[in-house]
């Protein structure tokens, strides 16, 4: 094996693009590990702690794009040569380089064509802040995917954004889907009546595929960020978006979704939403503060879209009495590996208090043992994803855990999610089931495996298709992540029996 780095001067490509190649490559034959990163410090030094950077590579500025690859000699020399045509490939027009020059990617807010009226930054953290202020100042909207945005910067563009009408979803937001455009991680879900607005990536995307399962759908899904419902930011974007969706004539009914706010925040929002005119749904996971009247409480993704879908929509909540989640666990442990950092947190909620010995909710990436304890392991986490794409683009990163979960005598249950839609990888379930058959786990031979698809037939990858094929290899399904906390609640801690009321009749 050998270790290149190759650096491109002055060539920025975002970070979206940058995953989606590198998870491409990392599956090619020799090839050991790819990562396609701008040169910017942050970059580097998660490269350097990941053994991924050399020499060559340390000479990168802020501003080359720098590609490092691990694997044999002629699989990392064709991996370069491979990524410098995909990133060209996947580029907007030329740019009238000259002849013999490569002709890459440019994208500049100074480019875009008059009205456009939203702009999609995702650049390297440090930069962030100047090209969203650039957009707003253009009178643009912006959906900031960039994460390692300085907070203070956060706070200034958010209040800039509000004195001029505009909004800033993000930083770090990794869904939005604005008047039926999908902007980063997003599903192809119908137009309906029901705004979104969430600090919680995943959680919205669960909500809305929820209520497109109901037969609903949804007028625009707008993220805020992680931090906007945080005491120093105060719930800016959620605010703003609050204010447009109650404006919006197509949207009747608006549905919040967050991890628990910062309780003054969570007051402020509250209030906004009681007085807005539009009925509200808050799912605020873990929150438990009052809510004032007019607003409907919700405590779990799944209620939040049954509360938010027309009245006579079908609840496919479905129970299983014939599987084996209807018998009690044969081993004690839970190992539940998600993509979905919202998922992760609504399971704890749901799990924590039927659940004896408490959940370890950290693990180290390369740990070859599993503890003797249940997991509920977010795996987009940064200490998952140091160096490497999220696992919502290359799954790949929870096969090690997967395969010591399902060797391990005392698992269970294994709790998974498959995460369908615009930016996720080419085909979540079959690297689900690549997975489990390099394990060689079948239902009669380890653990049961429950997971939830997170996606709708219109997605790139049809989530019937995707179910159909996940239950033909033996994984059982719940309609959502909720259901599923919950079989695996019922399935590892099940009730106690009724006590025998006297004269043998049961209480």
């Given at each position: 094996?050998?270790?290149?780095?190759?650096v491109?001067?002055?060539?920025y490509?975002?970070?979206?693009?940058?995953?989606r190649?590198a998870a491409t490559?990392?599956?090619?034959?020799?090839?050991?590990t790819?990562?396609?990163?701008?040169?910017t410090?942050a970059?580097?030094?998660?490269?350097s702690?990941?053994?991924?950077?050399?020499a060559?590579?340390?000479a990168?500025g802020?501003?080359?794009?720098?590609?490092?690859?691990?694997?044999t000699?002629?699989?990392?020399?064709?991996?370069?040569g491979?990524?410098?045509a995909?990133?060209?490939?996947?580029?907007?027009?030329p740019?009238?380089?000259?002849?013999?020059e490569?002709?890459?990617?440019?994208?500049?807010?100074?480019?875009?064509?008059?009205?456009?009226?939203?702009a999609?930054i995702?650049?390297?953290?440090?930069?962030?802040?100047?090209?969203?202020?650039?957009?707003?100042?253009?009178g643009?909207?912006?959906?900031?995917?960039?994460?390692h945005?300085d907070?203070?910067?956060?706070?200034a563009?958010?209040?800039?954004?509000?004195?001029?009408?505009?909004?800033?979803m993000?930083?770090?937001?990794?869904?939005?889907v604005?008047?039926?455009v999908?902007?980063?991680?997003?599903?192809?879900?119908r137009?309906?009546?029901?705004?979104?607005?969430?600090?919680?990536g995943?959680?919205?995307?669960?909500v809305?595929?929820?209520?497109h399962?109901r037969?609903?759908?949804?007028?625009?899904?707008?993220?805020?960020?992680?931090?906007?419902?945080?005491?120093?930011?105060?719930?800016?974007?959620?605010?703003?978006?609050?204010?447009?969706?109650?404006?919006?004539?197509?949207t009747?009914?608006?549905?919040?979704?967050?991890?628990p706010?910062?309780?003054?925040?969570a007051r402020?929002?509250l209030?906004?939403?009681?007085?807005?005119?539009?009925?509200?749904?808050?799912?605020f996971?873990?929150w438990e503060?009052?809510?004032?009247?007019?607003v409907?409480?919700?405590?779990?993704?799944?209620?939040?879209?049954?509360?938010?879908?027309?009245?006579?929509a079908?609840?496919?909540d479905?129970?299983?009495?014939?599987?084996?989640?209807?018998?009690?666990?044969?081993?004690p442990?839970?190992?539940?590996?998600?993509?979905?950092?919202?998922?992760?947190?609504?399971?704890?909620?749901?799990?924590?208090p039927?659940?004896?010995?408490?959940?370890?909710?950290?693990l180290?990436?390369?740990?070859?043992e599993?503890p003797?304890?249940?997991l509920?392991?977010?795996?987009?986490d940064?200490?998952?994803?140091?160096?490497?794409?999220?696992p919502?683009?290359?799954?790949?990163?929870?096969?090690a855990l997967?395969?010591?979960?399902?060797a391990?005598p005392?698992?269970?249950?294994?709790l998974v999610?498959?995460?369908l839609?615009h930016?996720?990888?080419?085909d979540?379930?079959?690297?689900l089931?690549?997975?489990?058959?390099?394990?060689?786990?079948?239902?009669?031979s380890?653990p049961?495996?429950?997971?939830?698809v997170v996606?709708?037939?219109?997605?790139?990858?049809?989530?019937a298709?995707?179910?159909r094929?996940?239950?033909?290899a033996?994984?059982?399904l719940a309609?959502?992540?909720?259901?599923?906390?919950?079989?695996?609640?019922?399935?590892?801690?099940?009730?106690?029996?009724?006590?025998?009321?006297r004269?043998?009749?049961?209480?």
């Amino acid at each position: 094996m050998v270790l290149i780095n190759a650096v491109r001067k002055d060539l920025y490509a975002d970070s979206v693009a940058l995953m989606r190649i590198a998870a491409t490559l990392t599956g090619e034959r020799g090839v050991e590990t790819v990562s396609l990163v701008m040169g910017t410090p942050a970059n580097k030094e998660v490269l350097s702690a990941s053994g991924l950077l050399t020499a060559d590579g340390t000479a990168a500025g802020p501003n080359d794009l720098l590609l490092a690859v691990r694997g044999t000699r002629e699989a990392a020399d064709t991996a370069l040569g491979r990524a410098v045509a995909a990133l060209r490939d996947s580029g907007p027009e030329p740019t009238g380089r000259a002849e013999g020059e490569e002709d890459l990617p440019v994208r500049s807010l100074a480019t875009a064509p008059p009205g456009t009226d939203l702009a999609v930054i995702s650049v390297p953290g440090a930069y962030a802040a100047a090209e969203t202020r650039k957009a707003l100042r253009a009178g643009m909207h912006a959906f900031v995917f960039s994460d390692h945005v300085d907070l203070a910067d956060e706070v200034a563009l958010k209040t800039e954004a509000a004195a001029r009408g505009l909004l800033v979803m993000g930083p770090d937001c990794g869904t939005a889907v604005v008047a039926g455009v999908p902007l980063g991680f997003a599903n192809a879900v119908r137009p309906g009546p029901v705004g979104l607005v969430g600090a919680s990536g995943t959680g919205l995307q669960q909500v809305a595929c929820l209520l497109h399962a109901r037969g609903s759908g949804v007028s625009h899904v707008l993220g805020t960020g992680s931090r906007d419902v945080s005491g120093e930011v105060g719930g800016l974007t959620m605010l703003a978006a609050l204010d447009a969706l109650a404006a919006d004539p197509a949207t009747e009914r608006i549905v919040l979704v967050s991890k628990p706010p910062d309780p003054e925040v969570a007051r402020r929002v509250l209030a906004r939403a009681a007085a807005c005119g539009t009925p509200v749904v808050a799912c605020f996971l873990g929150w438990e503060g009052p809510v004032p009247e007019g607003v409907v409480r919700a405590t779990t993704l799944a209620e939040a879209a049954e509360a938010a879908a027309p009245g006579n929509a079908p609840r496919p909540d479905a129970a299983y009495p014939d599987s084996p989640l209807s018998r009690p666990a044969a081993a004690p442990l839970l190992r539940a590996l998600y993509t979905g950092g919202t998922f992760a947190h609504e399971a704890h909620q749901l799990l924590a208090p039927r659940l004896a010995d408490g959940i370890l909710r950290q693990l180290p990436a390369n740990a070859g043992e599993l503890p003797a304890r249940h997991l509920v392991l977010d795996l987009g986490d940064d200490a998952y994803t140091a160096g490497r794409p999220h696992p919502m683009i290359d799954p790949t990163v929870r096969t090690a855990l997967l395969r010591a979960a399902l060797a391990d005598p005392r698992t269970g249950l294994v709790l998974v999610d498959v995460v369908l839609g615009h930016g996720a990888a080419p085909d979540p379930a079959g690297a689900l089931l690549d997975a489990l058959a390099a394990a060689g786990h079948t239902p009669a031979s380890g653990p049961p495996v429950l997971a939830f698809v997170v996606g709708t037939d219109a997605d790139p990858q049809p989530a019937a298709e995707a179910r159909r094929r996940l239950r033909a290899a033996g994984v059982l399904l719940a309609d959502s992540s909720t259901h599923a906390a919950r079989l695996a609640a019922a399935h590892l801690a099940p009730a106690p029996a009724p006590v025998p009321a006297r004269g043998g009749a049961r209480a």
